[in-house]
């Protein structure tokens, strides 16, 4: 219960600054108005991280294990990508976990009756009872997005090297359907920063719902004493 009350703590935090005003935060990067290429960014070695967007108080340059001063620009902005890459599924996870579970059990893509599935971590059980497939169609999907975020971002292969292409901002892969993205250096840098912070927070928030699923095998809110626990993992088409 306490490590859940910590969770949710820190995603309520979170969550409230990805919509205060941007002035609220000091963020430290290296900008250009001119710059459109990289949405303003303009690498400079003497900052922390290059001068990308993402480090705001109150601990500014954030790096215990010192991987942004070892690095070179290339492995930087690698590891900008995958950051902003596994915040963004993160994030999604969490919303997934949220709203599968009890009380709201909500399932677009499946019709599961009045089953309960019980616990998030166990879902995949039995959509791969009701629609084998679909782990098919998963794969494809992945794998489709995988190539269109390598085409853009990725110089080819057999190139000499395996960076970034110089023109490609870690993360901006054009996908922004509801025109959400900043037209200036500073608003991109502050929604950059946002996202950033709630990508991490979403990652340790995520770990903490899967451990604690495998620790006791109950939903998030069942654990929390929000609701009560009716699942019976005897119900499940797998067991283990």
């Given at each position: 219960m306490t490590k859940f009350t910590?969770?949710?703590?820190?995603?309520?935090?979170?969550?409230?600054?990805?919509?205060a005003p941007?002035?609220?935060?000091?963020?430290?990067s290296t900008l250009r108005a001119g710059s459109n290429d990289l949405n303003g960014w303009v690498p400079d070695e003497s900052k922390f991280a290059y001068g990308l967007p993402g480090s705001i108080d109150p601990i500014q340059d954030f790096?215990?294990?010192?991987?942004?001063?070892?690095?070179d620009l290339g492995e930087m902005k690698r590891y900008r990508e995958a950051e902003t890459t596994h915040g963004r599924v993160a994030m999604l996870a969490l919303v997934g976990f949220l709203v599968t579970e009890a009380p709201i059990k909500f399932h677009p893509f499946f019709n599961l009756g009045d089953n309960d599935i019980g616990p998030a971590i166990r879902h995949l059980d039995?959509?791969?009872?009701?629609?084998?497939?679909?782990?098919?169609?998963?794969?494809?999907?992945?794998?489709?997005?995988?190539?269109?975020?390598?085409?853009?971002?990725?110089?080819?292969?057999g190139d000499?090297?395996?960076?970034?292409?110089?023109?490609?901002?870690?993360?901006d892969i054009g996908f922004d359907p509801l025109g959400l993205k900043p037209d200036n250096a500073e608003d991109f840098a502050a929604m950059s920063t946002k996202e950033l912070q709630n990508g991490r927070v979403a990652?340790?928030?995520?770990?903490?719902?899967?451990a604690q699923e495998l620790i006791n095998g109950k939903e998030i809110f069942v654990?929390?004493?929000l609701v009560p626990d009716i699942f019976d993992p005897s119900s499940l088409p797998v067991q283990f």
């Open positions: 910590t969770l949710a703590t820190l995603m309520t935090i979170s969550t409230a600054s990805a919509f941007a002035t609220q935060h000091r963020t430290t790096d215990p294990f010192g991987f942004a001063e070892r690095s039995e959509v791969r009872a009701v629609a084998p497939s679909f782990f098919e169609l998963l794969a494809l999907g992945i794998g489709a997005a995988e190539v269109v975020r390598t085409l853009k971002g990725w110089e080819f292969p000499e090297t395996d960076d970034l292409k110089d023109d490609y901002f870690p993360g990652m340790l928030a995520v770990a903490g719902f899967i654990s929390a004493g």
